[in-house]
């Protein structure tokens, strides 16, 4: 509990990000989880749709945290600003043509904000630690792309002008870049 209590001072959850507390990591993956699933399944999306955005916005979070370019200015902050990155993946994510393709009934709908309980679950835990590792190790080429993308916040235009290749090209290496993650977070189903 002493380690949730780390949750309320946003000076000590930034010397826990930046000095990769697994504690204190897990307990604000945790704790935030369940306001993004009930936004995703609330909005047209599955329970792997929240997973897979959530742990996009963790690591944008992680990222920016460590890296000096969010600096929280109240007690809420951190919070608030993970869910509003996961909010803003989400709306990107429904309003692409792919998403209308197989949610052909989906009606854009205002995002609401449910407040549930935190659910515990000790694979959100395991998956939150696999990501950053798994971040880690990926190869060069990715890191330096979904830095460039998520971190940097630089459009795939950008990117691709920056690389001197095409947009399409930029955004499907992103894609299997996140895709290789995925591989490596989620276990294989047999």
């Not at 697994?22 to 369940?34: P, R, T």
């Not at 329970?47 to 809420?76: C, G, M, R």
């Not at 608030?80 to 949610?103: E, P």
Request: some cysteine.
């Amino acid at each position: 509990m002493g380690e949730l209590h780390k949750l309320d001072n946003q000076s000590q959850l930034i010397v826990a990000i930046k000095t990769n507390d697994s504690v204190a990591l897990k307990a604000l993956y945790i704790s935030n989880y369940a306001k993004i699933e009930s936004l995703v399944l609330s909005n047209s999306g599955t329970k792997e749709d929240a997973k897979d955005v959530y742990q996009d916005a963790f690591i944008v979070v992680w990222n920016n945290i460590k890296n000096n370019t969010f600096i929280p200015l109240n007690e809420s902050a951190i919070q608030g600003y993970l869910y509003t990155i996961a909010k803003n993946k989400w709306m990107d994510i429904i309003k692409s043509s792919r998403f209308k393709k197989t949610k052909s009934t989906y009606e854009e709908k205002s995002f609401a904000y449910k407040s549930d309980e935190v659910h515990e679950d000790d694979s959100s835990n395991e998956k939150m630690k696999a990501t950053m590792d798994a971040f880690k190790n990926l190869g060069e080429p990715c890191k330096q792309l979904l830095t460039s993308f998520y971190y940097e916040k630089k459009t795939l235009k950008d990117i691709a002008s920056a690389l001197n290749i095409e947009e399409n090209t930029v955004r499907n290496k992103k894609y299997r870049c996140m895709e290789k993650l995925r591989t490596m977070v989620l276990p294989q189903k047999t």
